[in-house]
């Protein structure tokens, strides 16, 4: 593998593959008071993030150290990008200075895989850490990861994905990954929150994927619930519906949580916007596994910086 840019048309042999090395860095790791391991000594890895982010940035880096590369961390803000720089003459600085992966988050959709492009001859790794309303696959993959954990499996699992689908890039990678592995995936949202188009999405053969306006109805079949956030940066023209409506018909409250079957998982790729989204009470709740998709999110990131730095498949 030479980058991670979406999910769409990734082999689910490979993220099996990255899901299996996430899994086994996790129980090496664990009860360790020293986490790091040897194995990208040498290796610079530089994060550079053109919109805000939390655990995405941060989790990369821990995922780098504990591999002990180098990691460098660059935002926007604090770069040329405020002298103007444009995004090509960036990309290509920060391969000339050494870098051996870009992770990069940008607003706009296709940013990763034209720097890709880019950096070709350079022989840098690019991962997408999320470009506007395209693509998060490391999200995708740490959401796999913990519904594997606390499901056994994927494979004929049934997973809602509700609420701000039109904005998300958690949701597209979320259904093609889970969808090649089998899972049925369900997008719930308002006909004014979903993207023109969606039901034609790319879908991994072995699932499937449908669309419906009503929650309240899918509950009781579900093994999984991933709410999403609203993205209320991503809506120009205003929020709609209103917060209150989005929150009595798509809100994760405690009443709709007692609907779900006793092993149901209830996911969130953060940050959470509580009471609107999901009530305090569910996030808070042993069936919400928001904490383990962070925990996750280290260890799939290191895995992924291991299949592109130090993993042995034909990197061409
Ligand atoms: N889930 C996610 O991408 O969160 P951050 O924006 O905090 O990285």
Known sequence: MRHLLSTDGLDPATALAILDTADGLKRTLLGREVRKLPTLRGRTVITMFYENSTRTRVSFEIAGKWMSADVVNVSAGGSSVSKGESLRDTALTLAAAGADCVIVRHPASGAAHRIAGWLAAAGTSVVNAGDGTHEHPTQALLDAATLRDRLGRIDGRRVAIVGDVLHSRVARSNVHLLTSLGAEVVLVAPPTLLPVGVADWPVGAAGSL?????????????????????????????????????????????????MLPKHAVVLHPGPMLRGMEIAAAVADSPRA???????????????????LLAGEEDNS
Do not use: C
């Open 210 to 258: 449908r669309v419906s306006h009503e929650l309240d109805p899918e509950l009781p079949t579900l093994d999984a619930v991933m709410m999403l956030r609203v993205q209320a940066e991503r809506m120009h023209g205003g929020f709609f519906p209103s917060a209150r409506e989005y929150a009595i018909a798509y809100g994760l409250g405690e009443a709709r949580a007692r």
């Open 289 to 307: 596994a928001i904490t383990d998709q962070v925990a996750n999110g280290v260890h799939v990131r290191m895995a992924v910086l291991y299949h």
